[in-house]
């Protein structure tokens, strides 16, 4: 999704929400999950369990009543639905009395129905236990169903369906006193509302009107200026017609300009003067790079009826279960495939399988609608393996040249912003290729010669990003030394010095045809300059081998960050990407499983050892006492090895470390007069620049003077 705010890829974050609605998931399958006539289930909400789902199999003509008391104080909410997901009642405790009951709902036909119970808007209480009772007045009951109840902060997705969904374009219906979309809160936070219309329209703070009469009103306390406590935001259409259609409704917590506390806030939509049923919400402030955004929707039918959908903060994450999404089709490589989005349909499954380390492609691009599409690729376990919402200034998905590293079969969920929440509806084209270009067209433009061995650069600001590749001979191609004897050529340079000369920076290094030497690469992208320009860096890598695709990264380095990574050209020309990362300290070695088999070492001692790609470090240990005054020296006997040394403290704190003994003239490692600042044992890393993401290699002697 494009436009009110920028949102950032957090592949670590997604990982983690997925697994945890998956391990709620599997806590859920057990009866107290299922609801019973006569009886009555107990629950919890807390900060991590937003709403908890139950079900229950019922007979055509049944006549339920459910209530939710919460015995310590929290105010609860009840929703009740079909498999479609169609809403059949809902009720809110908004007086705090503990209680909320939805009282002889019919249910119409036989099949299973889902109770949901959530905190109510605006609740004092964050967590609680509550208890759950069903009633059932009329009609006959039947066998109990498998539960799938499943902790989610999102609304229950519809169920399965085999009908074909169909995406109708939307018509138009005559008002005679337009419509309305008002956002109200009562603080003087920074929060934004944006309305997508079914034609395609956005409606919102830089964005003030629409090809069909749509207006936007003030941008309340907008930039923190001029604040008031009593803010409205308005979207509105003046009499005439509107669109038919489904409309998306979004609200951002752009800023506290005071306090940064939580802000409640509600949603009132009024139609040719029809009210629907208000929405409100909580969104806590925003987290550095990540939005705060609760999204919700209405339809407008063609008949000029209006229904309010669902809402709830989302997060961008993938926490629908499996089990409920459609029957994946099957997905051929360089096969467009078609398929709709809509309400009634936000998720379509897509199958395919690869052998390992398999480089594929994927895009999503919307044909029909206002389809802001958005594209998850799951792994053989079920895992969310990678996933795209918006490329470079469109709101069409891809995941471009991604190394699958285990063969199985795959799923691709193709969806929308905001899911089970969004709005946006349309058609959509899905291709599965393998390697593409991911180079934008003015670095095609610039006609960079091809070689062997390929390395782009490419960022989006005025930034100095100092391209380096250490060679297999231990030799380096930069900006300051621009070829080296291995044939590498250094002829694009970025940004160098803060002097832009293209719109997109590119750094390009190559070795010409001829020159593809076997052995261990190593590359690194040092963010040196701002260069006075503060937009968040995004950058691209692209590496390719005999024109194969090794390494596509995308890098967002912060000034002074080194982002370092390997990959070894075997003697028949493959070549095996190596891990890749932020350089740091001894945080990001894994060393602790491997201190039980580390080497004794006295003072005095030389000890030998080897660096390789597939042991990067050596751990060596000695008995220090508080005072004491320590030096260590490891020094490269062969090969391309660039050491470095880590000492680790009796508390597992690093006590010091070393890079190079003489910066730019002795690339060896040297620790020297250190006193130590306890009693105990002490923790030597022997390793190289870059620890496990670089690529030099080769033995070395390690010394310990312990005085």
């Known amino acids: 999704m494009l436009g009110n705010m920028v949102r950032l890829p957090m592949r670590l974050l997604l990982v983690a929400i997925f697994a945890i609605a998956a391990s709620s998931l599997t806590l859920a399958q057990d009866a107290t999950r299922v609801l019973e006539p006569g009886g009555t289930v107990a629950g919890v909400l807390d ?32 929703l009740l639905t079909d498999n479609q997901g169609e809403t059949l009642a809902q009720a809110a405790d908004v007086n705090g009395v503990g209680s909320v009951t939805v009282s002889s709902v019919t249910l119409p036909q036989a099949g299973t129905y889902y109770v949901t119970v959530f905190r109510a808007p605006g609740a004092p209480l964050a967590e609680g236990t509550f208890d759950l009772s069903l009633e059932v007045e009329a009609g006959t009951t039947t066998a109990v169903a498998t539960p799938t109840a499943v902790a989610t902060p999102a609304a229950t997705p519809a169920a399965p369906s085999t009908d074909t969904v169909v995406y109708r374009p939307p018509g138009q219906v ?41 207006t936007f009103g003030a941008d309340a306390n907008g930039l923190c200026e001029l604040l008031t406590t009593t803010p409205v935001e308005q979207a509105q259409w003046p009499a005439g017609p509107v669109a038919t259609g489904s409309y998306e409704i979004l609200v951002f917590y752009r800023q506290a300009c005071e306090l940064p506390e939580p802000v409640d806030f509600t949603i009132t939509v009024t139609v040719d003067g029809n009210a629907l049923p208000p929405i409100s919400g909580t969104l806590l402030p925003p987290a550095d790079g990540q939005d705060s955004v609760f999204v919700t929707n209405f339809r ?13 903060v989302y997060t961008g994450a993938f926490d629908t279960p499996l089990a409920s999404l459609p029957q994946p089709q099957p997905l051929q490589f360089d096969v467009p495939v078609q398929g709709a989005i809509t309400t009634e349909q936000p998720y379509l499954t897509y199958s395919f399988t690869v052998d390992d380390s398999q480089l594929v492609s994927l895009s999503m691009n919307a044909t029909a609608g206002n389809l802001d599409t958005s594209l998850f690729l799951l792994g053989p376990d079920g895992s969310v393996v990678d996933f795209n919402d918006d490329t470079t200034g469109t709101t069409n998905s891809a995941i471009s040249n991604l190394r699958l590293l285990q063969a199985g079969q795959y799923t691709v969920v193709a969806t929308r912003y905001g899911q089970v929440l969004g709005g946006t509806e349309g058609e959509f084209e899905l291709v599965l290729t393998g ?112 024109g194969e695709l090794v390494v596509s990264q995308r890098i967002r ?34 060393y602790q499983p491997f201190v039980d088999t580390a080497t004794p070492i006295i003072s005095g001692q030389t000890v030998t050892g080897a660096i390789r790609t597939n042991k990067p470090f050596d751990l060596y240990i000695f008995n220090g006492q508080v005072g004491d005054i320590v030096s260590i020296g490891m020094q490269n006997t062969g090969g391309t090895l660039d050491p470095k040394l880590f000492l680790i403290g009796p508390n597992g704190f690093e006590v010091a470390m070393n890079d190079d003994e003489i910066p730019g003239q ?33 033995t070395y002697s390690l010394t310990l003077q312990q005085n």
Request: hydrophobic share 35%; aromatic share 10%.
């Open 47 to 78: 900060s991590s369990t937003y709403a908890v789902v139950y079900t229950y199999n019922a007979s055509a003509g049944d006549s339920v009543s459910v209530t939710a008391s919460s015995p310590s104080g929290l105010a609860l909410a009840l």
């Open 174 to 214: 005559l008002t005679t006193t337009g419509m309305q979309v008002i956002l109200t809160w009562n603080t003087t936070a920074d929060l934004n509302l944006q309305v997508r219309t079914p034609t395609g329209g956005d409606l919102y703070w830089d964005s003030r009107s629409t090809a069909d009469g749509g």
């Open 300 to 312: 407008i039918a063609d008949d000029g009826t209006t229904t309010m959908g669902n809402g709830g």
């Open 435 to 546: 390697q593409v270009s991911t180079l934008p067209e003015e670095v095609q433009s610039l006609n960079l010669p091809s070689g062997d061995i390929e390395i782009t650069l490419y960022w989006n600001n005025g930034a100095d990003l100092q391209l380096l590749i250490r060679d297999s001979a231990g030799n380096s191609v930069y900006d300051d030394q621009p070829s080296v004897a291995s044939g590498g050529r250094m002829v694009s340079f970025g940004n160098i010095g803060c002097s832009r000369t293209q719109a997109t920076p590119v750094s390009y290094i190559y070795w010409p045809e001829g020159f593809l030497r076997a052995g261990s690469y190593e590359y690194e992208i040092w963010y040196q300059d701002d260069c006075g320009d503060t937009t968040p860096v995004d950058a691209f890598l692209n590496i390719s081998v005999r």
């Open 557 to 590: 380095p912060l000034p002074g960050q080194k982002y370092i990574g390997n990959f070894l050209i075997n003697v028949d020309g493959t070549v095996v990407p190596g891990q890749s990362g932020f350089d740091g300290g001894s945080e990001i070695i894994d």
């Open 666 to 698: 002795n690339a060896n490692a040297l620790i020297n007069q250190v006193t130590l600042p306890q009693d105990g044992q002490y923790i030597i890393i022997a390793t190289r620049f870059g620890a496990q993401y670089g690529g030099t290699e080769g």
